[in-house]
Structures are given as structure tokens and as C-alpha cells.
């Protein structure tokens, strides 16, 4: 087990800073100090709820559609995104039960989620590696590729509907780069039943109702609160794009200002003024068979997909 840091504190603190000049705050920045254990509380209520986010659902998933292309051989599993690798655990705890060969790669920008991951899977019997990096960064391939056994098959994985987090266009562009021959990419994400106009504002109005209500509202706030911004500086609002790629429709939450806000965050001063908003998190939902023809054009090869509820698992091979 090794922990490789590609990132710094340093780096993270100066794109939170650009990040909010734009005034558009990266999901990441949600998992600062307590933020990352304050998510999987959250999330452990929303599983016992009847989520669609139960850990159990992946397993014959893999072993059906993944699985009979690994033909038996050692491979390495790769989680994009990872947070504390609970999405996997289950899966991997069976997979080494049955003596499959494998190396487990934990990849997450957060060090707080690194932290977590590496107590998660401290008493494991399959290599592990974790990085604290944002595969996003032009140097990151590189600095992977060292950790990575090269000729082992690879499997890159967003669990936990991490995926709708991305911008589209944005993650292709790395998965591309990032993606090499053979390689396997395993995700689910949130799904949209069709493109009616009824559909969609019930999509809508089923989120907008739980804003006030629902944890996630402070989980997203926790980077503005961690700037000692107080809440009751502004409101939290939801608003709907509806064209984007592969017949989707995207969710974001954002804060707006009531009053003047001065923020001081390492040195530098940043003031909101009223009436601005602060865009805090992004969700996106995509129609199933625009997804997959969408990848295609990408020369990703649509292994299977299963739909379960609005969510959906889909296998790519490059």
C-alpha cells in the first residue's frame, strides 16, 4: 500500500481562488476539512432511504459484463474520482475472495477523501495504491503511468454517479487522452426517461422541492461556509439548462447574494456583491441510447448497459 501526493495544498487553495473569481465553484471543494466525512453521512442515509446509490448493485454488473473480457487475467482497477472507495469495497472484497488478481488504484483530489480511502482499505490483501491528483492536469498521465503496471489490462471506473458531475465535453477530452487500447471504462450516471417537456419539469420541480430540505443543500454551501460565508447571507437556488450533449439536461445549484460579501482566502480579497450568484455544484442527466451513441463517436466500443431506476451502468471499451 502507497500514497503518492501529484497535487499540492497549494495548487488546490489557488484553483479554489480562480474558481471563484469565475464565480463557478468546482464539486471538490465540497470535501475540504470535514466536508468529506459529512458526504458519506449523507449519503449512508440517502442508501438506507432505497437510493439508487447501494454499493451491492455493482457486482454482478462486473462479473457479467466486464469480467469475461479480463479472460482471467491480472488487471488493475482504477477509480476516477474515488472519495473513500466505498462504491468498490464490496466488489473487490469478492473479487479477492475468489482469488482474482488485481491491484486497486485509488485517484481523488481531495487529500481528506485519500485519507479516508487508505483507513477503508487498510486491512485489505490485494495491492493498493492511492493518489492525492486531479486527473484533469496535463501532467497527471504521466505521473500515473509510473505507479501503473503498463502492460496489466486496465479498468477505469466513476462510481456513485460521480460521472454527471463532469462537464461532458470536458471529461471526454481527458478519457481520450487518458484511455489507451483495450482499456475498459466502467460508470454510472443519472438518466433522464425521455425528452418531453413534461418529463423534464418534473425532473425539475421533484429536486427544486427538496433544496430546502435536503443535506445535499448544506454540503453544497460547505466551501462558501469554509470562507466564512454565512448562510443567511444569501439563498440557494436551482436552475435548468436544458441543451447539452448526448440529449441531456443539467441541474445547478448555486448561491445567491442577498448583501455585500467580502471573502479573504490566503491573501487574496474577493468581494460579492449583491444580487450576484456563486454557481455550487452541477448534476446531469442523460438520455441512455444518446449516451452510448454519443461515446461511439468517440470510438468506444458500448460493452453493456443496465438501467436501474434514473441511473444507469454502462461498460465502454476504447
Known amino acids: 500500500m502507497d500514497h503518492i501526493d501529484i497535487i499540492s495544498d497549494r495548487e488546490v487553495n489557488q484553483d479554489l481562488i480562480d474558481d471563484l473569481r469565475h464565480r463557478s465553484l468546482d ?3 465540497s470535501y475540504m476539512s470535514n466536508g468529506a466525512s459529512q458526504y458519506y453521512s449523507m449519503r449512508q442515509n440517502r442508501i438506507q432511504k432505497g437510493g439508487n446509490l447501494d454499493p451491492t448493485h455493482y457486482a454482478p454488473f462486473f462479473k457479467k459484463i466486464i469480467a469475461p473480457h479480463l ?3 491480472p488487471f488493475v482497477f482504477i477509480s476516477l474520482a474515488s472519495g473513500n472507495g466505498c462504491q468498490e469495497h464490496e466488489l473487490l472484497d469478492s473479487l479477492s475472495r475468489q482469488s482474482s488478481q488485481f491491484s486497486y488504484v485509488a485517484i481523488d483530489s481531495s487529500a481528506e477523501m485519500i485519507k479516508l480511502a487508505e483507513a477503508a482499505y487498510s486491512g485489505v490483501s490485494f495491492p493498493c495504491h492511492f493518489i492525492r491528483g486531479d486527473f484533469s ?3 497527471f498521465i504521466a505521473e500515473m503511468n509510473e505507479v501503473i503496471d503498463m502492460n496489466a489490462p486496465r479498468v477505469y471506473v466513476f462510481l456513485g454517479t460521480t460521472f454527471g458531475s463532469f462537464v461532458l465535453t470536458e471529461i471526454m477530452d481527458i478519457l481520450v487522452n487518458l484511455l489507451r487500447k483495450g482499456d475498459i471504462l466502467w460508470f454510472d450516471t443519472d438518466l433522464r426517461p425521455d425528452e418531453t417537456e413534461m418529463s423534464t419539469m418534473k425532473l425539475f ?3 427544486s422541492a427538496k433544496i430546502d430540505h435536503d443535506p445535499a443543500k ?3 454551501f460547505l466551501p462558501l461556509q469554509q470562507l466564512n460565508v454565512p448562510s443567511a447571507a444569501g439563498t440557494m437556488g436551482l436552475r435548468l439548462v436544458k441543451s447539452i450533449p448526448a440529449k441531456g439536461i443539467e441541474l445547478i445549484y448555486f448561491f445567491q447574494s442577498k448583501q455585500k460579501i467580502s471573502i479573504n482566502f490566503r491573501s487574496t480579497h474577493t468581494i460579492i456583491m449583491p444580487g450576484e450568484e456563486i454557481e455550487l455544484f452541477r448534476t446531469r442527466y442523460y438520455l441512455k441510447e444518446a449516451l452510448i451513441d454519443y461515446f ?3 470510438g468506444l466500443a458500448c460493452l453493456g448497459s443496465f438501467q436501474d431506476g434514473k441511473v444507469g451502468q454502462f461498460v465502454f471499451q476504447l
Open 296 to 298: 461511439g463517436e468517440y
Open 218 to 220: 448544506h454540503r453544497y
Open 205 to 207: 420541480k421533484e429536486v
Open 71 to 73: 479472460k482471467g487475467r
Open 27 to 29: 464539486q471538490k471543494y
Open 137 to 139: 492536469k496535463y501532467y
